[in-house]
């Protein structure tokens, strides 16, 4: 499977992909007990380069390759967190984690409730729609983000990439850590150096007056060019990016609601059942009286995504109905 | 495709590699959406194992299945079409590459997800238990798919239930980069096979004929009611993983040796000469033919429509349930 | 693990699990395709005696002893049901679907989608909060709900587990089937007789004057006790059975806004996440003008399940929590 | 507990037995919430591990792990209150009788999901690796859990790394109500394991010893950076599945069997006073001690707080990320 990046990109800053690596090469040198785990990891580097290099600095005993084993990878790092260490499972695609699912919402997720005990495990993988067709594009978002004891983060750029892997890797939590396959190879300023970035902070992308776009990962985008088009007919729409859907910034949030009244939730899973709805439908009990009309979704469609790169497209948010959602909005 | 003679199982061969080569160039000029998964090398493992097959048993296969797809039977017009993921394909354009399938016609699909066309095939050998039909389910699974918990989960119970079910491990020896000795404990398949209480076995994959006979063996103890047969056929792949991939994980010396010794159309053609059962120009000939057919192939894909943007939705369930 | 029932029971009704016996031997009489595959099946009759009896009417053939291999499971119902087959899979705990999860969302969800053709499988589980602890009182409705391909059916009585079976096995399509650990042995009566139930359609639980309870399964009777305490201070609530999570009567979900214009929905599940957002967020756009002030959603709390039992009753959906959020939307 | 003698490893049996059947009749007045898993019968595989291993070794287990538990030095009082689900238990009352563990003593957790143990002492085993410790992971698993694809996905991991690993099958013939034979192809789980490459045996489980010896073999092996051992012990539950059931699954002489003829503390009992290892007053006043401690256990488990309602949600993550 091969990937697309539609995303304009500046060649002297990092990717998406290579400030993962240097996130985790930083954490790696100052703590021993990361390891990295996952399959063709070691020469490649990763199937998307996440990990390129690191082999090679930090030796094959703190990146290993794996045989083709979901269940027994997430066991592994599971077992070696609560004995104390640190490992990354790298599952390549989130869909491979349909292969190890007990050992992350059975156990990981639930052993520190249980035993009351840290299980410090990060499970990284590509997530998103992209090409390949129906078996590598789930969205687990909304699962993940809603079993307790798991926290999820889905940067959308180079340096939330790098300053949220980091903060993932000094808690002693089981964090899933989701990457756009399409957003690979873009690259982007890491602004906050060395900084680790705390979860449930989101980010305002562009500033706005009459509405915002609440969204996260690839679809902030697709918001940012709806956005472009909006301002052409003199709407300026506020663009957050959630970052992570557990903890999820319920504060800005309710803030962009307060300010606005106007609010667009837009993600590509789905729409039923998308984390979406419950955005919505928490803040609108928090804060109904601020709302001008009803929180409006833009969400995927109910079904499997085709392998056609024009069905795949269709399939999620595109400009057009991002734009007519914030139209829905603005006749309040 | 009906293997009536010794020359149709070299054509088959044949039409697979020509039929990847092709696809791999178009692949590289952006006719693929999401790549392919090459099989050139590989031929003698599906044709093998098809050519011992009735035309009503199943097969349920794994991401690199376009030899297993062709060699059952279907054309490489349908499959060309929905490598371009065109409306004309195998599955209409929504599987590209990895998804290849009609059950109609005993293909019980591709897959992108390794070793799960292991436990379909087991399921269909389960259907066919229950019907009491005479036929068999072939699971193909890669090397990489020997480590994979649920491949040894659908083996144990096509044991204990005697299903007929036989298990073909299509062995390239790699997992993407991945050798498979290095991640294989013990490294012997049809010893950890055996383990599981079936008649397992290590054969030659790169022997068309080899494939053929074990084959037919497991497929006779399998409708006589004996149960499944493991299979690993051993061979190579000349391709990187997905079109395009290099890597340095094997050397060059590695692929030049399998491909100048050990290739599977080049050993059968010399013993197909060498015995008489084919004139070099019945090969000349055969070659044309099948050049000329996998170029209608990319014809008949180019010129296709796309499926219409319409059709986004349909068909997600039957519709009797009543979801609107 | 023991299961708990602290609903009423009249003797003269099949139980719940009784209910699932009567439809799966009426439709398997007529249907030679129906087999159903589980552990413990053949002479303990499923761990709820669920299937009790069916093996000695209609022989192994038809009622199989699995190994502990939930994977092997699923996929010889769907590699069956592709062949032609309506398998029945008993994973005994939903909870064990997490060793199949590739196997139902990668695959029998998605293969009609893909390659056009029927995938005529009922998963059956138990599900809910019981005894027992964490690792058995996950709850999937929503990730199963919200994936494009399958259906999902949560009845809360013995009529209702009769009829939904007997649909679920006349359908070519995959259909999770979830049964309420707590419910098993509740006997009720049998009022449709031989007739299935369709999918997608509510079922008013209770009349109401004044608000309205949407909930399914064992919440139903929490819903319905507080109802009961809620009448004694004037408040009449309807109570609604949703009955099936996909399709989801949406209809009905309407109807009861603009009726009353205070809804309350009320599940088990973790709140965050939970199916009730969805419904929530969906009506409010749909229904906005009708509602008197937000939906209140009342779910369990974000964590782990505890072995203890008043622990394990405090985290879920209680009468006092229900009457407080209906107190809540009577106060619009 | 510190195996220092022959007599200690009796004792620990005694201490199991008494402390089940307590349990058991506990269980069935209401006192143990969701039931419990007796383990009378096994006694010699929990204690023949144990006593091989370092106080610092990790194991990780199963629904069925009292005797596990109790064998690897925890007090029957912690035990005994978790079972009543206790604020005093060993997992604060939130485990329950399948919820036993503590990782500061080395204890990885009883698992409500068959298989799920091996995996976690696996990568106990990996986190040993790691760090370069010599101490060693045990995996318990039932004769259930050998059909588990993730046993063998996980054994296989320890393969290929050469981890301080051992995988040992608690093997009771039956899982609920089905007998291992009936859904395990083959039947012969050190065959099946010997196909993942590492030294595996089939051995007499009710024989504390026999356990011991081969359990301290392999614990040596994989202190050497010699890699895994796969041990399955031969053994017999006595009871139902979970406390109170009863089943037609088997017959009583099968039972009767087992327990007159096969017992592993009457077996060791007798091998003890045979030898002159411990006189019938040795064993008199060890059992009048046994049954004390039980007795105090269920004394402190009546007596325990419940854990507090306000603990409801607490520690369900560290709090670092800042949830609310
Ligand atoms: C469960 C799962 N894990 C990982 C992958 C990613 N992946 C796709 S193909 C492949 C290698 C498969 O190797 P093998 O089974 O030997 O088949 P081959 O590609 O050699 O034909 C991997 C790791 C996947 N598709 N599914
Ligand atoms: C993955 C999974 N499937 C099914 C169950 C239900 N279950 C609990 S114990 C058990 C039998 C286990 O048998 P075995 O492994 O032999 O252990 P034993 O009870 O004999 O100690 C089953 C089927 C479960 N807990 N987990
Ligand atoms: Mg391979
Ligand atoms: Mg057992």
Not at chain 1, 33 to 51: K, N, P, S, Y
Not at chain 1, 262 to 270: C, G, L
Not at chain 2, 91 to 107: E, N, P
Not at chain 2, 219 to 248: C, K, S
Request: negative net charge; hydrophobic residues 40%; contains cysteine.
């Amino acid at each position: 499977m091969s990937t697309t990046t539609d995303t304009p990109t500046r060649v002297s800053h990092p990717s998406y992909s290579e400030a993962f690596q240097q996130g985790v090469r930083e954490e790696m040198t100052t703590n021993p007990d990361i390891f990295i785990l996952g399959t063709d990891l070691v020469e490649r580097g990763g199937h998307f380069a996440q990990v390129k290099g690191i082999a090679q600095e930090f030796g094959e005993s703190r990146v290993k390759d794996s045989p083709i084993s979901e269940a027994a990878m997430v066991a592994a790092g599971l077992g070696a967190a609560m004995y104390g260490l640190h490992p990354i499972i790298d599952l390549n695609f989130i869909d491979f984690s349909f292969g190890a699912m007990d050992e992350i919402i059975n156990q990981a997720a639930k052993i520190r409730f249980m035993f009351g005990q840290p299980v410090p495990l990060v499970i990284r993988a590509t997530s998103g729609v992209a090409l390949g067709g129906a078996h590598h594009t789930n969205a687990l978002e909304a699962f993940f983000a809603s079993t307790p004891g798991l926290s999820l983060a889905i940067p959308s750029c180079a340096n939330d990439v790098k300053g949220l892997i980091k903060t993932a890797l000094r808690v002693p939590d089981p964090v899933i850590f989701l990457m756009h396959k399409k957003l690979s190879g873009v690259r982007s300023e890491i602004t906050t150096g060395h900084q680790p970035i705390p979860f449930g902070k989101a980010n305002s992308v562009r500033p706005g007056k009459d509405a915002a776009i609440i969204t996260w990962s690839y679809t902030l985008f697709t918001a940012l060019k709806a956005a472009d088009e909006l301002a052409k007919e003199g709407i300026e729409v506020e663009v957050i990016d959630l970052r992570t859907l557990w903890p999820l910034d319920e504060d800005a949030v309710d803030a962009a609601i307060k300010k606005y009244g106007r609010v667009v939730i837009a993600d590509e899973a789905p729409k039923f059942g998308s984390l979406t709805a419950e955005i919505a439908a928490s803040a609108t009990e928090r804060c109904n009286s601020d709302l001008k009309g009803p929180i409006v979704r833009v969400g995927g469609v109910r079904a499997p995504i085709s392998a056609n790169p024009r069905h795949s497209d269709a399939a999620i948010p595109t400009v057009a109905g991002m734009i007519e959602a914030v139209h829905k909005v603005m006749k309040y | 495709m009906a293997y009536t003679d010794l020359q149709s199982l070299l054509r088959e061969m044949l039409v697979i590699r020509e039929f990847e080569e092709t696809a791999d160039k178009l692949t590289l000029r952006g006719k693929v959406p999401g790549g392919m998964h090459n099989s050139s090398g590989q031929e003698a493992v599906a044709v093998g194992v098809m050519s011992a097959l009735a035309a009503d048993d199943v097969i349920a296969t794994t991401h690199r299945s376009h030899h297993h797809t062709l060699a059952k039977g279907f054309t490489p017009n349908e499959i060309m079409a929905e490598l371009f993921t065109k409306a004309t394909g195998v599955s209409k354009g929504r599987g590209a590459s990895m998804h290849l399938g009609d059950f109609k016609r005993g293909h019980f699909g591709g897959n992108g997800i390794v070793g799960a066309g292991v436990g379909i095939a087991m399921g269909a050998a389960m259907g066919i238990h229950q019907r009491g039909d005479k036929n068999v389910s072939v699971g193909f699974v890669g090397d990489g798919g020997l480590n994979t918990g649920r491949t040894w989960e659908s083996l144990n119970m096509a044991v204990i239930y005697k299903l007929p079910f036989i298990l073909v491990v299509d062995n390239n020896q790699y997992a993407v980069e991945t050798f498979v000795g290095r991640v294989t404990g013990g490294n012997d398949p049809a010893k950890r096979a055996s383990g599981f209480g079936l008649p397992s076995f290590n054969i030659d994959g790169n022997d068309v004929l080899e494939v053929q006979k074990y084959t037919a063996e497991a497929r006779e103890r399998a409708v006589a009611g004996e149960g499944p047969t493991f299979i690993n056929a051993l061979t190579y792949r000349y391709n990187g993983h997905n079109v395009g991939e290099r890597g340095q994980y094997r050397t060059q010396e590695e692929i030049a040796d399998w491909r100048e010794h050990k290739d599977p159309i080049d050993r059968f053609t010399a013993y197909l000469l060498s015995t008489g059962d084919m004139s070099q120009a019945d090969l000349d000939s055969m070659k044309a033919s099948v050049h000329a057919e996998i170029e209608a192939a990319v014809a008949f894909a180019e010129s296709s429509p796309e499926p219409d943007l319409s059709t986004l939705t349909d068909g997600v369930d039957s519709g009797l349930l009543g979801a609107k």
